[in-house]
């Protein structure tokens, strides 16, 4: 029953946003945030211009990174497969047919929150909600996927903030 509530809620996101520029859009975050690449680039980025603040900038990077790890020892246990169902149209090629938790939700989750700091709440909060979206609308992830990856990068991200406090 859960699984059929997961699936319309994939096919009504792709219902009302399939025929916009947004999976346009979808498909370039999912390259950013393939393996966590692009986090772990913006951290580089950062740590090397924003020489102030170099240390929250390398903990935008190693909290993506432990955080997608995490993710990946999860879908390993967990393994529950992706949607596949006629009607929910699959929009990006994915490394895995792993679907739980969103890998992309989890790293993101991670850098969103230790770039709080640096960029504020309103941006860190948008990329992750638009991170999360582009995942339902691509159809390789049911929300609860997102919803446990968000929930997870968040846990690794504070764990890795107190650990580098001590």
């Known amino acids: 029953m859960m699984r059929e509530l997961?699936?319309?809620a994939v096919r009504t996101v792709q219902a009302h946003l399939a025929r916009s520029p947004l999976p346009q859009v979808a498909r370039a975050l999912s390259h950013w945030g393939e393996h966590g690449l692009g986090w772990y680039g913006l951290a580089a980025?950062?740590?090397a211009v924003?020489?102030?603040?170099?240390?929250?900038w390398m903990h935008v990077g190693v909290s993506a990174f432990a955080a997608h790890a995490a993710a990946v020892v999860v879908k390993r246990v967990v393994r529950r497969s992706r949607p596949d169902e006629d009607r929910v149209q699959v929009l990006v090629?994915?490394?895995s047919a792993l679907s739980f938790p969103s890998a992309h939700a989890t790293s993101t989750a991670a850098a969103a929150?230790?770039?709080?700091?640096?960029v504020g709440w309103g941006p860190a909060s948008?990329?992750?909600?638009v991170m999360g979206l582009s995942r339902v609308l691509l159809g390789v992830h049911f929300p609860f996927d997102v919803l446990a990856g968000c929930a997870l990068g968040a846990t690794v991200e504070r764990l890795a903030r107190v650990v580098v406090a001590r």
Not at 50 to 56: G, K, N, S, V
Not at 126 to 129: D, H, P
């Open 45 to 47: 980025v950062g740590a």
């Open 6 to 8: 997961e699936l319309e």
């Open 50 to 56: 924003d020489r102030d603040r170099r240390r929250a």
């Open 113 to 118: 929150a230790a770039l709080v700091p640096l």
């Open 93 to 95: 090629g994915t490394p």
């Open 126 to 129: 948008g990329v992750l909600g």
